[in-house]
T-cell receptor, first 115, second 108 residues
């Protein structure tokens, strides 16, 4: 069964360092998303991406965050200068059809720990 | 007030019991999702609903748009159903707004 894969599964970094989280969505999917979950809290939307551009972003997704689909298969989330409060589980998701019509497929998550 | 409220927060059941998890929301939506989060953290989509009822195996999801309420039912519960069940709603845009989740534990 096709799946969304994320790497790394866990990354530990120092505050101020740049981090790139990688996702390989399901191959025929067109819509891509990043969500995050701070430990003990609910999942929060970060950004959606379609047709090589951001469709929607949340208040969390400030100038420190960026997304890219560099090669037609990977979908990356970059945090330029990490803060302690960026420590969370980051989930990538993809869907074949657009919002409201397509089932979402989530990756297993990348746990980011900022020290 | 949260846009998405789930109840109960925690639920313990005996194997074989019928389980209901409720979700109420306060905003207009275009779709509602039920998700399952495993102990390791991974999230699996169970249902996406915009009206009526859907069934998949022992799982049933219903939604009442007028009352802004959805329920997830599990029949003949099993210990492997133990997980966090999350309700998430989708408005006019692409973002999902998540509930806090319901921690379900099914004892043998």
């Amino acid at each position: 069964e096709p799946e969304v894969t994320q790497t790394p599964s866990h990354q530990v970094t120092q505050m101020g360092q740049e981090v790139i989280l990688r996702c390989v969505p399901i191959s025929n999917h067109l819509y891509f998303y990043w969500y995050r979950q701070i430990l003990g809290q609910k999942v929060e939307f970060l950004v959606s991406f379609y047709n090589n551009e951001i469709s929607e972003k949340s208040e969390i997704f400030d100038d420190q965050f960026s997304v890219e689909r560099p090669d037609g298969s990977n979908f990356t989330l970059k945090i330029r200068s990490t803060k302690l409060e960026d420590s969370a589980m980051y989930f990538c998701a993809s869907s074949a059809l657009g919002p409201n019509t397509g089932e979402l497929f989530f990756g297993e998550g990348s746990r980011l720990t900022v020290l | 007030k949260n846009e998405v409220e789930q109840s109960p927060q925690n639920l313990t059941a005996q194997e074989g019991e019928f389980i209901t998890i409720n979700c109420s929301y306060s905003v207009g939506i275009s779709a509602l999702h039920w998700l399952q989060q495993h102990p390791g953290g991974g999230i699996v989509s169970l249902f996406m609903l915009s009206s009526g009822k859907k069934k998949h195996g022992r799982l049933i999801a219903t939604i009442n748009i007028q009352e802004k309420h959805s329920s997830l039912h599990i029949t003949a519960s099993h210990p492997r159903d133990s997980a966090v069940y999350i309700c998430a709603v989708q408005g006019s845009g692409s973002r999902l707004t998540f509930g806090e989740g319901t921690q379900l534990t099914v004892n043998p």
